[in-house]
């Protein structure tokens, strides 16, 4: 699966947009980009996930380059609750360990009052 | 509906003890991950699960570490002769069967080792 790379730390407003950015330049044609974050001690939460298209579901928007070799996460009004590690992760479809997630270091998002 | 569940969520032992720790994955999910966590990192693979089949067990750090699925559903991963370096949270998770096979997870079992 391919390497992402992800800023180590970033700040946000209160009811301002959120945009996470991830990088991931060997990306195959067969891989999908997944988003996850984890609250404190809790575990990995789901956020989203594409392979070309943008996506967008109750949580957050999906922008992936036209080339998809870097994608940005969008929360449009993030909330304190929101304050996590969020990891970018990309993923091949297929294989006997298909859903095996690699996790590298993250962002931290701090989101302040 | 019901999420991932794990059982214990805290387990102290002392070393050389063997523990169990539960995964009930959610209904219907065919597949089953279990990973490590080590304090301020991302969980790591162990082991993987396709129905009662386990598919993957490249993570399993040595031969200490074992799982089972034996009927397809609920998941055991076992320690034995546990260390102090064993000391982590577990997570288990389970996957939708899609393409990718999203991956949902549990709260984790905090292992202590002492």
């Known amino acids: 699966d391919a390497k992402t790379t992800q800023p180590p730390s970033m700040d946000c407003a209160e009811g301002r947009a959120a945009n996470l950015p991830c990088n991931h330049s060997t990306i195959s044609g067969n891989e999908y980009v997944y988003w996850y974050r984890q609250i404190h001690s809790q575990g990995p939460q789901y956020i989203i996930h594409g392979l070309k298209n943008n996506e967008t579901n109750e949580m957050a928007s999906l922008i992936i380059t036209e080339d998809r070799k870097s994608s940005t996460l969008i929360l449009p009004h993030a909330t304190l609750r929101d304050t996590a590690v969020y990891y970018c992760?990309?993923?091949?479809?297929?294989?006997?360990?298909?859903?095996?997630?690699?996790f590298g270091q993250g962002t931290i998002l701090t989101v302040h009052p | 509906g019901a999420g991932v569940s794990q059982s214990p969520r805290y387990k102290v032992t002392k070393r050389g003890q063997d523990v169990a720790l539960r995964c009930d994955p959610i209904s219907g999910h065919v597949s089953l991950y279990w990973y490590r966590q080590a304090l301020g990192q991302g969980p790591e693979f162990l082991t993987y699960?396709?129905?009662?089949?386990?598919?993957?067990k490249s993570g399993l750090p040595n031969d200490r570490f074992s799982a089972e699925r034996p009927e397809g559903s609920i998941s055991t991963l076992t320690i034995q002769r546990t260390e102090q370096r064993d000391s982590a949270m577990y997570r288990c998770?389970?996957?939708?069967?899609?393409?990718?096979?999203?991956?949902?997870f549990g709260p984790g079992t905090r292992l202590t080792v002492l």
């Open positions: 998770a389970s996957g939708d069967g899609g393409r990718t096979d999203t991956q949902y």
């Open positions: 992760i990309v993923i091949g479809a297929g294989g006997t360990s298909y859903g095996k997630l690699t």
């Open positions: 699960f396709n129905y009662e089949a386990q598919q993957d």
